[in-house]
């Protein structure tokens, strides 16, 4: 030992009473410097790495985890407090982080450390961490992601777990800013879908997404052993959004007002008679039931100018339940960035039908000119049909029945657009308003054709009867003509091939390709019932360069364009010879 060390010790244990004092002072400076450096070692030691499963033995230490966070809630009771609650998984098991004073998050699949202390609270373990130096990772962390698409999901969704994949589609339901738990579906379709998945998305995403929105989203998918389906999982903030696609935005129907809960939430319009009285502004519809209105400011102010009371409007809000009325109301004050009515926008007929029949069907020589969509496809023998207020079908979409002046030598397809000069007249035989057309003009494109999937069955294929439609399949010949059959199954149907089809040619025999044409329903040859008929069938080829896009696409071809690799030879031509962008030979 130093000799001064031994001197001070020497000191300390002294019984003499002349150094007692002198003792006292030499133990509590000892004292305040083993405080000191403990305290200093505290600061300066590094925490210590520990497996998820070992966290039960560090129970109010502070810890060292790396891992992958596979989740995170931000603010997760909404009351504003600046705390995300992440769960980080490694090989060993998952517990979940409650980082306060935060910093930047990081992405879902990043790796991280994260330094926190272990909290036993009743038995439950998690850990508790503070500022932003709790998380590091660096840029080698980042996930990366795999864009796919949601049939890549659907056929193969074992091939996708654990993994960050990237895909879009279409948001079932409104998602409101404040929302920090929502579940909904994503569909490959706004109006008919052939996938659908469900979507659970964690933490709020600070701005409405309206429903049928067009959406990409990164995240994670998993099996929910409880519902016995997947998910896909991510997080609100990271949702993006496709401005370039504006959906449609719902029309309520007086008629179903039972129904309208299912549209909580997202943008509507509802035409009435509007009420304003001492202040409260009621929709009335024409059964007399009422829908109270939510204005916004310049709504109340131009509503004194002009007054509004006692006109028929379309009214445009968002759909939400009110507490305090106990009734659904229509509100123009929630991110809807327009007044509840303009007047300067045209009602539309199909608009006033609904506010108030009754005093149209008072004048039956007025002509009225109506933008409008063909409901179902329209045969050229056809005379009878269906106008709807949208070009997809919507939950609550308002359909009227109307009646052509003749035949025609064409088809009008499902969700065609139509203007069209109509007079009103009342239908004694089937007891309804119908609209009789002196005139019409087709206007824009009608929707794309909508993929038939064989496990849809006879009674969803029903739904697209007449309607242009894309099915997978096999072509094969049998004595009575040709047939589009599904791979390792017994199921097909008839196909009504067209001229020079290139999808029964010898180059595309025995592909399965993805086939194109109008689905109807024609009588069995020699059973008393109706099969159907793919008619004037042929194999999808969007670039013209007669092979098949299916078949492209699995041979290494671009199916978007006619020269593949450019050498200014098309791909049939290439496909013929042997020669294409793989072949070393082109």
Not at 114 to 139: C, I, K, L, P
Not at 207 to 228: C, R
Not at 368 to 378: E, G
């Amino acid at each position: 030992m130093a000799d001064p060390l031994k001197d001070i010790m020497l000191r300390i244990t002294d019984d003499n009473p002349e150094t007692r004092g002198q003792k006292l002072w030499v133990m509590f400076a000892l004292s305040l410097f083993l405080v000191a450096s403990l305290n200093w070692y505290a600061m300066v030691r590094e925490p210590q790495v520990v497996d998820i499963e070992d966290l039960v033995q560090h129970k109010n230490e502070v810890v060292l985890v790396e891992g992958k966070v596979i989740s995170w809630i931000e603010d997760r009771y909404g009351n504003g407090e600046d705390r995300v609650d992440l769960v980080i998984e490694d090989d060993t098991g998952v517990i979940q982080v409650r980082w306060y004073s935060t910093g930047e998050i990081p992405p879902i699949g990043t790796n991280v450390t994260a330094m926190g202390d272990v909290v036993d609270w009743n038995g439950r373990f998690y850990m508790q961490a503070t500022g932003s130096g709790a998380f590091h990772w660096e840029e080698k962390d980042l996930p990366t992601h795999q864009r796919v698409s949601i049939s890549d999901l659907a056929v193969a969704p074992d091939d996708f777990v654990g993994k960050i994949v990237t895909i879009d589609g279409f948001i079932s339901k409104s998602i409101s800013p404040d929302a920090v738990y929502t579940s909904a579906y994503l569909t490959d379709h706004p109006g008919n879908a052939a996938h659908q998945m469900q979507l659970l998305i964690q933490s709020a995403t600070g701005a409405w997404i309206e429903a049928d929105s067009k959406i990409e989203v990164s995240g994670m998918l998993s099996f929910q052993e409880t519902n016995l389906r997947w998910a896909f999982h991510v997080q609100g903030p990271d949702i993006l959004l496709d401005t370039s696609y504006q959906p449609q935005i719902i029309r309520l129907d007086w008629a179903t007002e039972a129904t309208w809960s299912y549209e909580s939430g997202s943008k509507v319009i509802l035409a009435g008679t509007l009420r304003i009285t001492d202040g409260v502004w009621e929709l009335e519809g024409p059964n007399g039931h009422t829908i109270c209105v939510i204005p916004t400011t310049e709504d109340m102010a131009e509503a004194e100018l002009q007054n509004y009371s006692g006109s028929i409007f379309d009214a445009e809000g968002r759909l939400m339940w009110s507490d305090d009325r106990n009734s659904w109301c229509i509100d123009a004050n929630q991110g809807m960035g327009q007044n509840l009515v303009d007047p300067m926008t045209a009602l539309s007929m199909q608009a006033m039908l609904s506010a108030d029949p009754a005093s149209m069907l008072q004048a039956p020589n007025t002509h009225y000119t109506i933008n409008t969509y063909m409901k179902y496809a329209f045969e050229p023998l056809d005379t009878e049909g269906y106008f709807v207020d949208s070009q997809t079908y919507t939950f609550g979409q308002t359909s009227i029945a109307m009646t052509f002046p003749g035949t025609r030598t064409e088809w009008i397809e499902s969700g065609q657009g139509i203007v069209a000069d109509v007079t009103i007249v009342w239908d004694d035989e089937d007891m309804r308003m119908r609209l009789m057309v002196n005139s019409y003009t087709l206007t824009g494109n009608p929707p794309p054709p909508a993929t038939m999937l064989w496990d849809d069955g006879a009674t969803q294929w029903g739904y697209s009867k007449n309607q242009f439609v894309l099915i997978d399949g096999k072509a094969a010949l049998h004595d009575d003509g040709w047939y589009l059959e599904r791979p390792g199954s017994e199921q097909s149907i008839k196909l009504n091939v067209l001229p020079n089809a290139i999808g029964t040619d010898s180059l595309h025999e025995n592909q399965s390709l993805t086939w194109h044409g109008r689905l109807v329903q024609i009588e069995h040859s020699s059973e008393l019932a109706l099969v159907f008929l793919l008619d004037g069938a042929d194999a999808l080829d969007e670039d013209g360069d007669r092979l098949a896009d299916s078949f492209e696409d699995a041979t290494g071809f671009n199916s978007n364009t006619i020269d593949s690799d450019g050498d200014g030879i098309n791909d049939r031509e290439e496909m013929e010879n042997g020669t294409g962008p793989n072949n070393e030979n082109s």
